[in-house]
């Protein structure tokens, strides 16, 4: 995720005057708001998912391991939310390149 966020805030503060704080202030309100979702759903599967991984009682990992090894119980939490994820995070790039754009003035940015 640091590497979206450093593009998300990279295209947000872009054309904004660093001197001016509201304009700091509203830029980073404009990346940190549909962050937000994103950032606390991918936290909350990580500790859910570390939980399952790594944190199971000694008796329950081999009805985990057979769970996770031949049931689609995985794929079904993590994988089918994936593609949706994907392309809202595109949606949102765009949105992001647009506004970088405008930011320019429709200068090239090579």
């Given at each position: ?31 940190e708001?549909?962050?937000k ?6 936290s ?16 329950l ?6 769970i ?6 995985l ?23 647009q506004?970088f ?10």
């Open positions: 995720m640091a590497t979206e966020d450093g593009y998300f805030i990279g295209r947000r503060l872009a054309g904004v005057d660093l001197r001016d704080h509201h304009a700091v202030r509203r830029a980073l309100q404009a990346y708001t549909p962050r979702p994103h950032t606390a759903r991918q909350q599967q990580a500790f859910i998912l570390g939980k399952v991984f790594h944190h199971a009682p000694r008796p990992q081999v009805v985990r391991d057979l996770l090894d031949h049931t689609p119980l794929q079904k939490a993590v994988g089918e939310a994936s593609p949706a994820e994907i392309v809202k995070q595109i949606a949102e790039i765009d949105a992001a390149e506004a754009q405008a930011a320019l003035g429709g200068r090239a940015t090579g």
